[in-house]
Structures are given as structure tokens and as C-alpha cells.
């Protein structure tokens, strides 16, 4: 057991020096050339690389996925190439995985290539759609396929005599091994010379999961339409088993992330922020209906479970930087001291992932923004808090990505909380506060595992714990003055 222990401790400085130089262009580009030319793409000469993906299991490997922009050394023209590589702490174990992927691949298989080694960084490579975890992956990116699939279900195409013209795909967020999600882009031709666009999303799964998946489509598509246009879902088109794939249609509406850019900026009028106000107060409307929603009851989300989730990356982050995990840590003993000053609120159907990413702005300038509200992965129960401070730490986290827009975004985050409160008046502020603090606290440690290789991080992650103290701070002095 002791050596085990010893083996480990060993591998953790080598994947970290490995995790940094992924944020090194000028070592990566010579391996990425030579990882392309062993994938077969002997014509593209890269230009450049941006992580997509990255994912630190401590002291086993690092899961990447990068998307490279080359250009053809025949035409001159660019090219886009995904692919996925797992990071191993020794050559030796790179070696073996590799030798097991490619006694399971298919030989012979028509569209697919080999996996291959990159020594240097003891790194086996994979070209998107390759993926053994994902098997499903072969046919959401096979274009026949999923014409077939969306002529036969799609209600345009199904029931009013509309067809497929041109069918695209491109993958929008892609873990390897574990989760994929493609965007469709169609244009549908109509018997009467009609054409327009459709836009739609599939999620390939590694497990079971896509079955959760499509009955919360169902749910939450029957939940929004009951809100009486407060928040809208999207609507589910089919599912294929065999795939683990669920697909669903597009929403109309902006991302909440873009709209806040925009609405933010340093020059910003009092108009552009009065407009980021009403959706502000849109969200915290659509959070509330989803709340009292009969969303069917997922995995138990309270304090204690949440709190817990981040124990093993705590332990993780220790290893390579003592002193932020100090910091986390006696943050944390703060939070946990102070929940049990603050009553706690009855569960609720939670969303899980409230993230500005996750919510969309249809009518941005109407005086009531319709929201639209996807990804219900990671739905269950929880205190009404958990959401909005999970949607909270995320402008937080803009605001101090972009200073120059911190006090706009401060602006709208007290909006958010105020009408937030108003809305719930069973969920005190306090509460609210506490459950920011314990996701400020768990955002830095979920962002290590996928961003630490990046300079500007340690910078972020020290704001984010400067934040979460400001809100135990007014935790604090609530209760002293409620005592």
C-alpha cells in the first residue's frame, strides 16, 4: 500500500508540469504537427490551437480536447481538426493504453484512424469522431444518419411536407469519454419553393444517463409551457439508444453570457444597463417557476452533499499548491461554521447548472424578456439558494474576467438578489449569501481540474475567494444584528 501511495505522490508534479506545458504554444505546435501527420493529415500545416477541454484526474491522467486550426499545404485553404488526447504520467503507461485502444478499435472501419502516441508528452491522440467511450459518436457525425433520423421525426419534415436540403454539424462542447454535444445547422426546402433554417442540438452519452436526459426534456418542456411564457424549454425530436443519443431542438434566444457583454460594456448607457436589468429580473422570475415546478425529483443537492463534492479536489489542489488550498480551507471552515447559524430551506427542483451559459434572452428589449433555460444534465433538489448563487458566481466571475465592467455587473448581481428576494420571500438573504460563498469557493476548485495551466488563473481563483469572504462578511453581520 505504502508504495502505491509513494507512486502516486511521484505522478503529481510530472502531470502538472505536463498540465502547464499545454498552455505553451511554443513547446505544444511541434507536437500537435507531428500528432496531426500520425492521424493522417499529412497535407495541413498547423497554425495554431485552443483547448476546448481538460480534465485532471489526480495522479491517473489528464483528459484533453483541443480543437487545431491548420491550413492545407496543397491549397493554401484552412482547416479545422478536433481531437482528444489523454496525458499519462509515464511513457510506459501511455504505451499500454495505447496498445488496448487499438486492440479494441475496428479494423478496417470506414472514416476512422488509429490512435497514436505522442512520446514527448506520453500522449495518446485520437481524431474527432474517434472516441472508445463514445461510441455513439460515429453515428451522430454520420450525415446519412442523422438525415435519416431527422426526416423521420422532425415535426416539419414528419408531418408538413418539408425536406432537408443541406444538413451540417459541428461539435459545441466535447469531453472525451464522457459527453458530447454537436449543433446541427439544416435548411429545410418546402414543395411550394419555401426554404429556411432549423437549428437543433444532439448529446451523445458514455452511460445510461441519455435515458434521464430525454424524460427531463419532456418534463421541462411541459413545465415551461405551463409558466404561462415566464421561461421556455427545449423540445425533445428523438432518441436513439444504440447511441446513447438524445436529440432535441434549439431554442430561440441570445446567450445570456453575450447579452451581458454587450449591455456592459465601459461606455455603457443607463438605457443598455435598464435593459440588462429587466433580463436580470426575467431570470429571477424563470428561477422561481422552475422552482415550483413539478419537474420530477433528481439526485439530492443540499448543503452537506455540495459541500462534500469538492473534498477530493481539495486534496488534489494541496498537492500542487499548498497555499491556495489553505486558503480554500480555512475558507470552507468558515462557510461550514456559519450554515449552521443560518436555517436552512426546504428542497425544491433544482436546475443544477444555472450557469449564464445555461440561459438564454429571446426578446432582450421587450419590457418582459421571454428566458430560455437548457441543459438539465445535472438537475435535482436543492434549496432554492443553490441555483441563483450558482448564476451569481458566474457574473462574479465575468465581472472580474473584465474590470473594466465590474461595477455594471455589481449593479445587476445586487439587482438579481433584490428581486430575487422579493419573489421568494421564504429564502433569506443570508442563506443566499452563505450558498455564494460555498460556490465562489467551489468554482475555483472545479476550474483547476480544467484551467490551472493558464497564467491569468491563480489571479482569478484569488478573487473569487476575496469575493466568497465578502459575502460570509455580510452573512456575519446579519446575524449579529438579527441576535
Known sequence: MTQVVRAAASDAPILTERLAQLGEPERMKPLLQEALEQLGADGARLQGYAIDHCKVTPWRDISIALSLVARSTHTGEPTRHVISGTIFPSLDAARRQLREERRMSLPGAIGTASPALVPEMAMVVRLFPDDSGLTGLRGATDAAAIRALLTAHLPECREQGWAIRTI??????YKPGRLCTLRYALTLDHAGHESKPVEAFGKVYRDERWRRSYELLDA???AAAASGG??????PIAAVPAWRFVLQRAIAGRDFRHLLGELTKPDAHADDIGQAERCVTAVARAVQAIQLSPIPPGPRLDFRVLFAAQCDNLEHLRQVNAPLAGE?????????RLAEECPPGNLCP??????HGNVLVATPAAPDPCIGVIDFDRAGEA????DVAYFLTHLSSFAMRHPERAAHVRRLSDHLRRMYCQLAPAVSA?????YEALDLSAYVLRNFRKRSHQPEWIGWATGQIASAWERLDYVSAETRAGS
Open 383 to 386: 434549496e432554492p439558494a443553490y
Open 220 to 222: 421541462t418542456r411541459q
Open 430 to 434: 443570508r442563506r443566499l449569501a452563505l
Open 350 to 355: 433544482a436546475h443544477g447548472d444555472f450557469a
Open 328 to 336: 480554500l480551507q480555512e475558507l470552507r471552515a468558515a462557510i461550514s
Open 168 to 173: 451540417e454539424f459541428e461539435p459545441v462542447q
Open 230 to 235: 415566464v421561461w421556455c424549454a427545449a423540445q
